[in-house]
């Protein structure tokens, strides 16, 4: 099946600071990709619609201010979480379509101490 | 919210096969079913997915009742690397998102 793929696997930070993960689908394009978030124990939640050429739609009370995403290609969609605090530690993964299905990144751990 | 119930965990012998329920009494008739698995601390991977007819592939069967309103995900022979969380999602149509549900812990046991 389709590959997708993140980058990195794992980022630890101090406070304050902001943090790029990546993004990519690495066999077919993508005009669509999703981004969710997944705290322990949890299941995923979707933060935000990610679309090539075009802002991102956020779900109800996520930050767009603070989670920047950007979607400048058919196969790369970059989330950034701004001014990280320790909240937002957690398993970030993003998805993208192909066809009826889609596929998902293996994630991206954030820890933010 | 998800679309879907699922009982929260259930227990499966190693070799013997796993049948996960699903209740979708909501559906729509354009509506897919489908199934992933998320193993810890890695993303959901496919499984496979339906909307009437009975499907089959490497990985597991799909038995959807005529009424479509519940499903069920059969593993025909479980090994301890299927211990994961199963979801059952339902989605209308290519391009739109996936809504989770708490999914369903399978503990494959030896």
């Known amino acids: 099946g389709a590959v997708v793929s993140q980058h990195p696997s794992w980022v630890i930070c101090k406070s304050g600071t902001s943090v790029k993960i990546e993004c990519r689908s690495l066999?077919?394009?993508?005009?669509?990709m999703f981004w969710y978030r997944q705290f322990p124990k949890q299941s995923l939640m979707l933060m935000a619609t990610?679309?090539?050429?075009?802002?991102?739609?956020?779900e109800q009370g996520v930050e767009k201010d603070k989670f920047l995403i950007n979607h400048a290609s058919l196969t790369l969609s970059t989330l950034t979480v701004t001014s990280a605090h320790p909240e937002d530690s957690s398993f970030y993964i993003c998805?993208?379509?192909?066809?009826?299905?889609?596929?998902f990144g293996p994630g991206t751990r954030l820890t933010v101490l | 919210d998800a679309k879907t119930t699922q009982p929260p965990s259930m227990d499966c012998a190693e070799g013997r096969a796993a049948n996960l329920p699903c209740n979708h009494s909501?559906?729509?008739?354009?509506?897919?079913v489908y199934w992933y698995r998320q193993i810890h601390s890695q993303g959901p991977q496919y499984i496979i997915h339906?909307?009437?007819n009975n499907e089959t592939n490497e990985m597991a069967s799909l038995i959807i009742t005529e009424d479509r309103k519940s499903s069920t995900l059969i593993l025909p022979h479980a090994t301890l690397r299927d211990t994961a969380v199963y979801y059952c999602?339902?989605?209308?149509?290519?391009?739109?998102?996936?809504?989770f549900g708490p999914g369903t812990r399978l503990s494959v046991l030896p």
């Open positions: 998805s993208a379509n192909e066809r009826e299905e889609q596929y």
């Open positions: 066999d077919f394009q993508a005009t669509t």
């Open positions: 990610s679309n090539e050429g075009s802002k991102a739609t956020y």
């Open positions: 909501t559906i729509s008739g354009n509506e897919y």
């Open positions: 339906g909307l009437k």
């Open positions: 999602i339902v989605r209308a149509h290519y391009g739109q998102n996936f809504v």
